[in-house]
């Protein structure tokens, strides 16, 4: 590929912008010696940006704590997007990233976005029974019987034609419970309690098949490492 074309998929510019930062000498090689025009041979992992190694190339997943009151769209008219919490260049990559999945606004934790669309299917279809793992606290104690009527597949949420997949729901206290779907239904979780006549105050996802928020603090991301999709498949990782 040729290097505008690159460094413009990754986001650095637009092709006439990546033309300018060559002849800028913005682009140089990881010895300081320039590159000086688009045609010229080098790979992307020895270019450099001002000075900086190129970000990585797709497929690219990035792990983030979604903060309460961030929006996952690309509508800047829905308020602040978590596109709002990653570099601006990777809002500009070419294959784009999109969220996995949608957190509603007000449902705080962990959520990937990705370019990779075959890793997108393989986590949002209930086929391949990737759970998602929610601990939400109750406007109102808990009956006794949720984890049954959650478990049974019979449980029809207002407005569903198809009942809900099995899911498995664990007490943590009166008011708190950590539910695990692998579907991703529009306000799902909420409208699962709302049908057994409780009422969701505070959602946050915690886990995505294997993988955890950890210790990523709320608004912080990080790059997906192998481990972390590994995780998020339940695959075991074949030592290096
Ligand atoms: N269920 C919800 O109600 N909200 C979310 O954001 C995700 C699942």
Redesign the pocket.
């Known amino acids: 590929m040729r290097l505008d074309r690159l460094l413009a998929n990754l986001g650095y510019g637009s092709r006439r912008e990546v033309a300018e930062f060559f002849a800028e000498g913005r682009v140089t090689r990881a010895d300081g010696r320039e590159i000086r025009s688009e045609t010229e041979r080098a790979t992307p992992a020895e270019m450099r940006f001002d000075g900086q190694p190129l970000d990585p190339l797709a497929p690219l997943t990035l792990v983030l704590h979604k903060p309460v009151g961030v929006v996952c769209s690309h509508d800047e008219d829905e308020g602040a997007l978590v596109y709002g919490l990653i570099p601006p260049r990777f809002g500009r990559r070419n294959p784009a990233l999109s969220t996995v999945g949608?957190?509603?606004k007000e449902?705080s934790g962990l959520l990937l976005l990705t370019d990779d669309g075959g890793l997108l299917h393989r986590l949002i279809s209930p086929k391949k029974a990737v759970w998602k793992t929610?601990e939400a606290s109750l406007a109102r104690p808990l009956r006794g019987d949720e984890a049954e009527v959650f478990s049974t597949g019979a449980l029809l949420l207002e407005n569903d034609k198809k009942p809900c997949l099995p899911a498995r729901l664990e007490i943590l206290g009166p008011q708190q419970a950590r539910l695990s779907i692998v579907e991703g239904r529009y306000?799902?979780?909420?409208?699962m309690f709302a049908a057994v006549g409780n009422h969701?105050e505070s959602?946050q996802?915690v886990s995505i098949g294997a993988l955890t928020l950890g210790e990523l603090a709320s608004g912080q991301w990080r790059l997906a490492a192998a481990a972390d999709l590994a995780a998020v498949e339940n695959r075991v990782v074949a030592a290096a």
């Not at 306000?187 to 409208?191: G, I, T």
């Open positions: 949608r957190l509603d449902t929610y306000h799902q979780v909420r409208r969701v959602l996802r």
